[in-house]
């Protein structure tokens, strides 16, 4: 079983739209946890970071399940520029020290 | 605001020649990782280091050379380039806390 794991998609989806991804990952010790959005042939930037209690940040919002071990990404009212590749990054719990990256899940934004 | 820069940004090599891939950050970050990634395809660890002096293996190793002389450099060293290696590298640092991590620009790898 991969470390961290993501739909791949495409998630084709209309202007306007919520789309939800999520991310499951499999060490119950991982520590921290980040969403970074990646656009065709550039460096993943981080989009925000995934607080126990959830987070939002304008049309973002994240949350963190420990218990069922996955991680999740709502993005409302869908901009065509938010079309992107979005990947799940999990930190290492202690004594690991290499980050996990989930394959990323393609989101495609229509008119 | 540097950031991580990697140098150089594009280059063409011939099967059996080989480079070092440059990265440099300013934010003295103990964590670096290179990653390469293919067409259509995810992140893959190459090797990383969690400071000077200290490198590891990552999932994709074989070809490529690293070290950490110090905090703020880790320079990738393709051996012997193979057509397998052309790729986009990416090199990232971060602190050893639990922190994001930060990309530089790439460097776009063709072998022939």
């Known amino acids: 079983r991969k470390e961290v794991e993501q739909d791949p998609g495409p998630f084709n989806v209309p202007e306007g739209a919520t789309v939800a991804f999520n991310c499951t990952y499999s060490?119950?010790?991982?520590?921290?946890f980040f969403w970074y959005r990646q656009d065709c042939r550039k460096e993943p930037k981080l989009l925000m970071s995934?607080?126990?209690s959830g987070n939002e940040d304008g049309r973002f919002t994240a949350q963190l399940n420990r218990a069922s071990q996955y991680i999740s990404l709502l993005i409302r009212d869908s901009k065509l520029s938010d079309s992107a590749t979005y990947l799940c990054?999990?930190?290492?719990?202690?004594?690991?020290?290499?980050?996990?990256f989930g394959s990323g899940t393609r989101l495609q934004v229509q008119p | 605001n540097a950031g991580v820069t990697q140098t150089p940004k594009f280059q063409v090599l011939k099967t059996g020649q080989s480079m070092t891939l440059q990265c440099a950050q300013d934010m003295n970050h103990e964590y670096m990782s290179w990653y390469r990634q293919d067409p259509g395809m995810g992140l893959r660890l190459i090797h990383y280091s969690v400071g000077a002096g200290i490198t590891d293996q990552g999932e994709v190793p074989n070809g490529y050379n690293v070290s950490r002389s110090t905090t703020e450099d880790f320079p990738l060293r393709l051996l012997s380039a193979a057509p397998s290696q052309t790729s986009v590298y990416f090199c990232?640092?971060?602190?050893?806390?639990?922190?994001?991590?930060?990309f530089g620009d790439g460097t776009r790898l063709s072998i022939l």
């Open positions: 060490n119950s010790a991982s520590q921290s």
């Open positions: 990232a640092s971060r602190p050893l806390s639990n922190q994001p991590q930060h």
């Open positions: 990054v999990v930190n290492p719990p202690p004594g690991r020290r290499a980050l996990t």
């Open positions: 995934v607080y126990s």
